[in-house]
């Protein structure tokens, strides 16, 4: 795997014939979806569509065009008109006659996403506030779409229960499902990790993983909004939307140690707070978390995230074996007397472009990888950690899936009049969850 662009030996005689074959040989969706592509355009052509239009849904559709062989975006959805603008003028800039949409395909509201899902796009990528990836992953597959979807997936239990469903019915359909987490798609961590599941430091007993930073954006409140339209701006604060930034931005390093245990925790506690970024435009969630995560293997990861300025700062993953020691993120590995082992350095990184090259170059090999499972069960255990540093207590994995707490019920909203999930007091704070105290649920 490199990071430069991949290059596709399909031509388009060879593709069509590919998906001649596919088609005679199934009739599933996720077949004739790629042949009617290149039939419409006479050539190779995948249509996109984008639901979610913010910087990430905005790059991860600038990435897909940059692949090999042509991408074109054909619709394009968001609850607001300026963000799907903006989105739609950087896109344009970027790849000029790639994007088709018309003013006919650009749908605004909290259902546009059935509009896309309406469309003769092949794939689309889900790039909303992960609150509600599970309503619309539900519905690209049922619409036989093939799907890009950024991670998390979910901010509750019974959001990743709804995945892992409809990921069941994405397997029968033959659908190919790519999760944002794109260190799985890097060469330098692929390479990495085959050395650590070699056995090159031994037996792995403990690992830790860190996304410890200044923190993100924040979106004032606007006289003119909406309760709902303020949370639905300012996401990333409210739990119903984001899940916290355990689950938001630490999956990333959660998910590279579950990638190495080859396993999921079976248990966590740990402890968290806000005790810098806690203000009236902070909604929810905690500014930091230290979770153990406890493996079936016995191994431990050690968990550390935080939102706070001025602090020692850290985005890595490392494991620590019998035999010796790996920064998994740098990519070098040590024996137990410090001798170094094997270096990185030269391999591929750029993961975010990566994961769509591999997608991309599957999808026109007539490939249907699904990283559907995995991506669920990594947000799974974000979630897992944020029940224990918001209660305090030791929390089972068994118990934590099968809960039934629902964040907010994303289905019935229509509109953004409605009525939000979470209400502030008189002096706009929220209920934030207090770590031992009973009233604090989150089973």
């Not at 796009?121 to 539900?138: K, M, Q, S």
Request: charged share 25%; with cysteine.
């Amino acid at each position: 795997m490199s990071n430069d662009s991949t290059t596709s030996t399909n031509t388009r005689r060879d593709f069509i014939k590919k998906s001649t074959i596919l088609v005679a040989g199934s009739t599933v969706a996720g077949n004739l979806q790629i042949a009617r592509a290149a039939h419409a355009y006479g050539d190779d052509t995948i249509k996109i569509g984008l639901v979610g239009c913010g910087g990430r849904g905005t790059g991860a559709a600038v990435q897909a065009m940059n692949t090999n062989g042509e991408v074109h975006l054909v619709a394009m959805a968001d609850v607001f008109e300026d963000r799907l603008q903006a989105s739609f003028r950087a896109i344009k800039s970027k790849h000029g006659n790639k994007v088709t949409v018309t003013p006919d395909t650009m749908f605004v509201g909290l259902d546009a996403y059935k509009k896309v899902m309406e469309s003769d796009c092949d794939l689309v990528i889900l790039a909303t506030p992960p609150g509600f990836r599970p309503l619309h992953f539900e519905a690209g597959v049922s619409a036989g779409k093939h799907v890009f979807m950024e991670k998390p997936v979910a901010t509750d239990a019974p959001g990743v229960r709804r995945v892992l469903d409809a990921n069941k019915i994405a397997k029968e359909k033959n659908l190919c499902v790519q999760v944002g987490l794109q260190r799985r798609h890097e060469e330098a961590y692929i390479e990495t990790m085959k050395h650590l599941h070699d056995g090159k430091i031994g037996d792995i007993i403990l690992s830790r993983a860190y996304w410890n930073s200044g923190g993100v954006w924040v979106r004032p409140r606007q006289d003119d909004q909406s309760e709902l339209e303020y949370q639905m701006r300012n996401w990333y604060y409210f739990n119903w939307l984001c899940g916290d930034h355990i689950n938001e931005q630490h999956i990333h390093n959660i998910d590279v140690i579950n990638w190495l245990a080859d396993d999921f925790p079976v248990s966590a506690q740990g402890q968290g707070g806000r005790e810098v970024r806690n203000g009236k435009d902070h909604g929810e969630i905690f500014d930091h978390h230290l979770v153990e995560f406890t493996y079936a293997s016995g191994m431990k990861m050690f968990s550390q995230c935080r939102h706070i300025q001025g602090c020692w700062n850290s985005v890595s993953e490392h494991a620590h074996g019998t035999a010796g020691t790996c920064d998994i993120a740098a990519g070098k590995i040590w024996d137990a007397a410090g001798k170094e082992l094997f270096n990185a350095r030269g391999l591929g990184r750029g993961g975010h472009q990566q994961e769509h090259h591999d997608m991309f170059a599957d999808l026109r090999a007539g490939e249907r990888p699904n990283e559907g499972d995995y991506g669920a069960k990594s947000t799974m255990t974000a979630i897992l950690g944020r029940m224990a540093t918001y209660s305090g207590k030791m929390i089972k994995w068994d118990d934590a899936i099968n809960s039934d707490l629902s964040l907010c019920d994303v289905d019935a909203l229509s509109s953004l009049d409605d009525d939000a999930p979470m209400t502030p007091d008189d002096d706009d704070n929220y209920n934030v969850a207090v770590p031992g105290n009973k009233d604090t649920v989150v089973l």
